[in-house]
């Protein structure tokens, strides 16, 4: 036998062995079932043996799996841009390599206050193959069926139960007759703090809806029999018809949170709905969003309560590609680092720093090794960088760093810090991202961004590059960002933008030399308009190209905006603006 032979042998029975190294579970083997009432604790059970295994697929053979919140995990969770807290956990994927779990298309149906996946210090982990929907949702809907001069009056559908306590509106989660609430209750209490109008038509905010922000004040409301009520909030109108929807009033229980774990992948997963955001990952490396869908389900016009997917500190590369992001709450995406506040100088090379937005304490970085950049609070002016030496959380808010080298010059106390990622490139193709409330994309990868191939259907900016250092606390700046071939149709439909393409940051002092974002190339789009609003709108930006890019002008909504140009940009340089404007005015004021 040759000496080739032998080696191919070899190789063969490696392809084999290494086949079968991977271990199926199939999840029927610890009592989950279709028939199974909670499926949590064999879920539970499963996801063990899998850890045990060291390199398994989980097999849900295709069918309707339900999941209480009863028998579920306990955990504390610091989640960014979401609701810290201890989180009632089914799949909690810790320390695990290799696992795949495939629902075969299955349904994952959710009851109650509960997260359904989080994975923490994980690698090699692929989600695919079936849905997440919760039986009662966590926001409300009711439909407007009259105006007037104390508020509206609204139908509430069976779907979403309530009650009429003290003289207020209270969605709940089981049905009972109203009634007098005592210490004894047992219902849980969906709350509620703002309200937006969506047309039931169209299943997208109603056209320049209002944002109605609450105050943590519940509704004054008085019953009108058969499941009609009317609310009193006299600045509320609405149109008969469409739907008012009650928006969650936290962020506690999104339906994917990932953390320090790398090479994560969801595969065909649709998220119906979800008590926050669809997937939220932070400090992973390398995670792809392939194939998927962030809808609500039959009879629902809203599908997760905020973002469908956010980024946050995450490293590698970040793929969204051939995927629906529809009706959710707030962006299809957000990619961005954060920024904490030098709060004390120690000493030149000893701070502390804090975290400053409630959504983001906790957040553990910055760990020795890392390098960092100095930024000025309001002008997002870089003035140096330095490697992280020693680094001691005090507590969720605050951490003491030591450094390699002395603060740089320029940076006080009230200025930002921000981790220096070692690599990121973004790739978003062929998605759509439409009908939900607010903006398309928060495009703040500091790495190389590509967007291509999309459709962009959303109400505010579809595209947003942001930042600051005094509020959101979202560390931006992009670098290398290219948007091409794709169709923006009928943005700027609602009241979360000034522009299909804003290009800005929180910067409020020395404009005339910031330079936040550089290098942005919008190339061969095609831009559906229904009025004159300006298709870019652009400050602190060093080079910026326009080319290409086709005007298409529409009669799908009623024209508002007139402007006399469809292009407004400020402080900035290397600016190459290529378009017939039909005859509008290009303003370029530097």
């Not at 609701?83 to 149906?109: H, W, Y």
């Not at 105006?147 to 779907?159: F, H, R, S, T, Y």
């Amino acid at each position: 036998m040759t000496k080739i032979r032998v080696l191919f042998i070899l190789l063969a029975m490696l392809s084999i062995n290494g086949a079968q190294a991977q271990k199926q579970i199939d999840v029927a083997d610890f009592g989950v079932t279709e028939q199974t009432a909670d499926c949590t604790p064999g879920v539970i059970k499963s996801i063990n043996a899998c850890k045990r295994a060291g390199n398994a697929i989980l097999i849900f053979k295709k069918g309707t799996y339900h999941f209480d919140s009863n028998y579920g995990i306990d955990k504390y969770c610091f989640i960014s841009n979401n609701t810290e807290g201890l989180k009632r956990i089914v799949f909690l994927l810790e320390e695990i390599k290799n696992l795949t779990i495939d629902g075969q298309g299955s349904s994952f149906i959710f009851h109650g206050f509960i997260n359904p996946f989080v994975i923490n210090n994980s690698k090699n982990v692929k989600l695919k193959n079936f849905s997440i929907d919760f039986v009662r949702p966590f926001h409300s809907e009711a439909t407007i069926i009259a105006n007037n001069a104390d508020g509206i009056d609204v139908e509430i559908p069976k779907n979403y139960p309530y009650r009429l306590y003290n003289g207020t509106l209270q969605f709940i989660d089981i049905a009972k007759d109203e009634g007098q609430k005592t210490t004894v209750s047992k219902e849980i209490i969906y709350e509620y703090s703002h309200l937006l109008e969506f047309d039931s038509k169209k299943l997208e905010t109603a056209f320049m809806a209002n944002d109605y922000y609450l105050g943590g004040t519940p509704l004054v409301a008085t019953s009108l029999g058969e499941r009609k009520v009317r609310i009193f909030w006299k600045n509320l109108k609405g149109t008969v018809g469409n739907t008012m929807v009650f928006g969650f009033a936290n962020r506690n229980h999104p339906a994917f949170s990932v953390s320090d774990s790398r090479d994560i992948r969801f595969e065909n997963v649709t998220i119906h709905h979800a008590g926050g955001m669809g997937i939220v990952c932070q400090r992973t490396r390398n995670i792809s969003v392939i194939s998927c869908k962030v809808q609500p389900s039959e009879g629902r016009i809203i599908s997760t309560t905020a973002d469908a997917t956010h980024f946050t500190n995450c490293t590698g590369k970040i793929e969204l590609g051939n995927s629906i992001f529809q009706n959710q709450m707030d962006d299809a995406t957000n990619i961005h680092g954060i920024y904490v506040q030098i709060a004390e100088r120690l000493n030149p090379k000893e701070f502390i720093v804090q975290l400053k937005h409630s959504e983001q304490l906790g957040f553990d970085f910055l760990k020795p090794g890392a390098l960092i950049e100095f930024v000025q609070g309001k002008s997002l002016i870089t003035k140096g960088h330095a490697k992280v030496v020693e680094s001691t959380r005090l507590n969720k808010n605050f951490r003491r760093i030591k450094l390699s080298t002395e603060l740089p010059e320029g940076i006080k106390i009230g200025d930002a810090i921000g981790e220096v990622s070692d690599s990121q490139f973004v790739h978003i193709h062929n998605n759509y991202i439409g009908q939900n409330r607010a903006r398309g994309m928060l495009l703040n990868c500091t790495g190389k961004t590509i967007v291509e191939n999309n459709r962009f259907h959303s109400p505010g900016a579809a595209i947003l590059f942001e930042g600051d250092a005094y509020f959101w606390f979202e560390q931006g700046g992009v670098t290398d960002c290219t948007i091409q071939n794709n169709i923006f149709d009928n943005c700027l439909f609602g009241l979360w933008g000034n522009a299909i393409i804003a290009v800005g940051a929180g910067i409020t002092e020395n404009k005339d030399t910031s330079r936040y974002n550089k290098n942005i190339k919008v190339l061969n789009n095609t831009f559906r308009t229904f009025d004159e609003g300006l298709l870019l709108h652009a400050y602190c930006v060093d080079g910026l190209v326009w080319k290409g890019n086709k005007i298409e002008k529409t009669t799908d909504y009623p024209a508002t905006r007139v402007s006399n140009s469809l292009f407004k940009v400020e402080s900035s340089d290397n600016i190459n603006i290529d378009q017939d404007t039909s005859n509008n005015k290009f303003v370029y004021d530097k």
